[in-house]
Structures are given as C-alpha cells and as structure tokens.
C-alpha cells in the first residue's frame, strides 16, 4: 500500500469527511456498505441568453469499494437513492472515483408489466 492509498482510507473513515452509503451495481443485486464523500455544488447551464442555476450531488468513493463503478450504478445515501450519470472520473493515482449522481424514480409502469 502507498502513503497515498494509506492517507485515502484515514480520509474516507473519517466521520467529519465521509458518509456511510449503499452501492448497487446496475441498480441489481446484493447492496454493499461504502463511504463516500458528498457534494452538493451549484451548477450553471447557459440556455440562450439565460443562465441557470441548478443543484448537483458529487460524490467520491474509492475505486477499492466500486472497482467497476459505471452509469446506471445506484448509491443509497441518508435514505435517498440516487443513480450514477454518465461516465465516472478516476484521481490520477486510480484510488479515488468522481461521479455525478442524479435522484433515482422508480418506474412507475414497472408493476403493470405483469
């Protein structure tokens, strides 16, 4: 293990930093106990002459934890679910994912397929 992989895992079991999550992959199977760290920055999206501000939620999760992180991913975080959007970003030493996540609905014709 490097001192960097070493100082990830002190910052990602640090209650101050983290959050415990579920990650589901493909939104499938068996969930599994992560800690991720949460963002919420603000996003601007020009539209015509406008420009919009609209919330976001960031996350960073070790790629340890979701070494095959990919979208439609699902983290359940405080009791929201949220789906991965889009492709994820590594750190440049591969320890660390950046995701954008968006909230989950569940499809509401899901149950009418029967």
Do not use: K
Request: negative net charge.
């Amino acid at each position: 293990m490097t001192a960097f992989a070493a100082a990830v895992d002190l910052l990602f079991a640090d209650p101050n930093l983290s959050t415990p999550a579920l990650y589901q992959q493909s939104g499938i199977g068996a969930e599994r106990g992560v800690r991720v760290m949460r963002r919420n920055p603000d996003r601007f999206v020009e539209f015509g002459a406008a420009r919009l501000v609209s919330d976001s939620v960031v996350l960073d999760v070790r790629v340890s934890d979701c070494p095959e992180l990919a979208a439609g991913d699902r983290f359940e975080i405080g009791g929201e679910i949220f789906v991965v959007q889009g492709a994820s970003q590594r750190d440049r030493e591969r320890l660390v994912w950046t995701l954008e996540l968006l909230p989950w609905w569940p499809d509401p014709h899901a149950d009418l397929a029967g």
